[in-house]
């Protein structure tokens, strides 16, 4: 899975002569949290609302509303937005995207190729990329299975289902603590659970747990 698969390709930005004052308007009025800063037809910098934040006067402040409203809409977002900047190719692999928003503790990475910012993956899309590979959302019934980490183990799982005629929508391996291997396996559609349970079950492959699952948007 790419970044561009799953990548906010609309993106709002803003120039570095944009006013402070301007940069909050906007995030507040199409619930932003954060604005690359292009000029040129090129990434310079990142605003966000932490960075709006410190250049805004604090509360405490002897300044009157109007001196405070004066400096915002003077200052531009180039003298405080961020130029170092991380950001990651949309054919970079999507958990690499995930890890150095984790490393380096940040919610946004603006997608670049040739100097090109054509797109950026926040938290948002990668909530949605995990829901989009687990199955969630779709109708049909999901199956836990917890079986010996050996080689073989999911094939005899999937033979069986397809060869019952079933549609497989996800499939999803994670070895446990123990030794272990979670194997869970989405099949698409109104499916019967006791008909489902008993194949598995006459063919000696212990269910951990079945349960529906609904369709939903998100």
Not at 23 to 29: F, G, I, L, N, Q
Not at 117 to 130: E, N, P, S
Request: aromatic share 6%; charged share 25%.
């Amino acid at each position: 899975m790419s970044v561009k698969d799953f990548m906010t390709r609309k993106v709002v930005y803003i120039s570095p002569d944009t006013t402070i004052a301007h940069a909050a308007d906007m995030m507040r009025e199409q619930g932003l949290h954060r604005l690359p800063v292009i000029e040129n037809d090129q990434l310079v910098g990142l605003v966000t609302e932490g960075t709006i934040a410190e250049a805004s006067p604090s509360k405490a402040t002897s300044l009157s509303i109007y001196e405070m409203n004066y400096l915002l809409n003077k200052t531009k977002v180039k003298d405080v937005m961020i130029k170092d900047v991380i950001t990651v190719s949309g054919y970079a692999s999507l958990e690499d995207a995930v890890y150095l928003m984790y490393k380096n503790k940040v919610g946004i990475l603006p997608v670049v190729d040739n100097h090109q910012l054509y797109g950026v993956i926040t938290d948002r899309d990668i909530f949605a990329a995990f829901l989009h590979v687990s199955g969630y959302g779709e109708e049909g019934v999901r199956i836990r299975f917890l079986v010996e980490n050996k080689a073989g183990e999911l094939a005899k799982i999937i033979r069986l289902i397809s060869d019952e005629g079933y549609n497989i929508i996800s499939t999803v391996q994670m070895p446990t603590k123990t030794g272990n291997v979670v194997i869970e396996v989405q099949i698409e559609g109104r499916t019967d659970i006791a008909d489902v349970t008993a194949l598995f079950e006459n063919s000696g492959i212990h269910i951990d747990s079945i349960q529906p699952t609904e369709a939903k948007v998100y």
